[in-house]
């Protein structure tokens, strides 16, 4: 089955800078990527997803890459602000499989 | 935004004994699902839900386990009998029309199993 690494557990940044979380992986028929955010003592919310048709997505600050020959995915961050600090989540599943997810990045934004 | 409710936020029991963690997913959404979180990290898939059916379970979903919507009403996880390491916080999803689509969470059920 579907496995997904997330490279990063714990990332700190200061205001205004950019924040990558990279993702990767294992089962080629994988077409659906999704990110969400949790803060403490929530349950997951969705930020953004991307889809294997494409290879790029931007929803305002975030941007998405997928790399589906390296089986890798990104989440950027870009002028970071203090309410970004959370856990983020990368998933990976198909039109069959339910998201499988990472294991999580701590996003601390520094004022 | 859509909301999806459970009940209870906490539940503590003692191993051996039965508990059932309630969900109520969002109104018109088809598909539900179950994810297990240990340490408040690794958000482990359980379970999804489909039509009366389970569709598609982990390796995590034991014999104990089980997963009901009796008439449209609460989406429910029952285990029994529970096991120490059934002690994480439970979160429900649901989805509208497709596991390949946005998955709304709600806050959590953290079981502790004394």
């Known amino acids: 089955g579907e496995k997904v690494e997330q490279h990063e557990s714990t990332l700190s940044v200061r205001e205004g800078d950019s924040a990558v979380i990279n993702c990767t992986y294992t089962?080629?028929?994988?077409?659906?990527f999704p990110w969400y955010k949790q803060e403490a003592g929530k349950g997951l919310h969705f930020v953004i997803d991307?889809?294997?048709?494409?290879d790029r997505k931007q929803s305002q600050r975030l941007i998405v890459l997928l790399d589906k020959k390296a089986k890798r995915f990104s989440l950027h961050i870009t002028a970071t602000q203090p309410e970004d600090s959370a856990i983020y989540f990368c998933?990976?599943?198909?039109?069959?499989?339910?998201?499988?997810f990472g294991a999580g990045t701590k996003l601390t934004v520094k004022p | 935004g859509p909301k999806v409710l459970q009940i209870p936020s906490h539940q503590i029991i003692d191993m051996g004994q039965m508990v059932t963690l309630n969900c109520d997913p969002v109104?018109?959404?088809?598909?539900f699902y179950w994810y297990k979180q240990i340490l408040g990290q690794q958000m482990e898939f359980l379970v999804n839900?489909?039509?009366?059916?389970?569709?598609?379970k982990s390796k995590l979903f034991k014999d104990q386990f089980s997963v009901e919507r009796p008439d449209g009403s609460y989406f429910t996880l029952k285990i029994q009998p529970t096991a120490l390491e059934d002690s994480a916080v439970y979160f429900c999803?649901?989805?509208?029309?497709?596991?390949?689509?946005?998955?709304?969470f709600g806050s959590g059920t953290r079981l502790t199993v004394l």
């Open positions: 998933a990976a599943s198909n039109n069959n499989n339910a998201p499988r």
């Open positions: 089962d080629t028929a994988s077409s659906y």
């Open positions: 109104s018109n959404h088809l598909y």
């Open positions: 999803a649901s989805s509208g029309t497709g596991v390949a689509e946005t998955l709304y």
């Open positions: 839900f489909y039509n009366g059916k389970v569709m598609e």
């Open positions: 991307i889809r294997s048709n494409v």
